[in-house]
């Protein structure tokens, strides 16, 4: 008889009382049902996005200077930036994209692997690099569309790295869960 070094993952049944709905979501990585997994993935990744937000908005205000009067975030805020044109301003949005990402991403990462999925298919350092490497790609992608709808449309900065948000977030869950993690 062969031995296998990977048993198939066992089920985890769905919560049927609030205490195990909440030992669930609460629980170690990889100990949850799909669907709580899957809300819990949610949870970081509104947490990450806050992050990510966050520190757009820092480097688009004080490092990158890229918001103009009319963006509702400076309305919002009462804020008088600098004026800016088309071409700089999606260049800076850019910066500080990246910033985001940069920042979040470490931040996903952790706690990623520590509440949502079970860690150990990849070694850490590899994990890690996948890990980032399929976030900078869903990243690239809405940073490219965030640039191209400031430069071609003139939309607002902050509306444009909303669809950089939403676009990135559509790429990332389904490549970490099935091919970086366990599970």
């Not at 066992?10 to 170690?28: H, I, K, W, Y």
């Not at 700089?88 to 940069?102: D, K, N």
Request: hydrophobic letters at 55%; glycine letters at 6%; one cysteine or more.
């Amino acid at each position: 008889m062969s031995d296998t070094s990977e048993a198939a993952p066992a089920r985890v049944p769905f919560p049927r009382t609030v205490p195990e709905l909440f030992r669930q979501f609460f629980g170690r990585s990889g100990t949850a049902h799909p669907v709580i997994q899957f809300c819990k993935y949610a949870a970081v990744g509104v947490f990450a996005t806050l992050v990510n937000i966050a520190t757009f908005s820092v480097f688009a205000w004080f490092v990158f200077p890229c918001i103009t009067a009319d963006d509702f975030v400076a309305k919002l805020f009462g804020l008088v930036p600098p004026a800016i044109d088309e071409a700089a301003r999606a260049r800076l949005s850019a910066y500080c994209s990246v910033a985001g990402f940069v920042v979040s991403d470490v931040v996903c990462y952790l706690i990623n692997r520590a509440f949502v999925f079970k860690p150990g298919k990849l070694p850490m350092w590899l994990e890690f690099l996948s890990f980032t490497a399929v976030g900078a790609f869903a990243a690239f992608l809405g940073t490219a569309l965030q640039a191209w709808l400031i430069a071609s449309f003139g939309v607002q900065t902050s509306t444009a790295f909303l669809v950089c948000i939403l676009t990135a977030l559509a790429f990332n869950y389904v490549l970490r869960k099935f091919f970086i993690f366990k599970g």
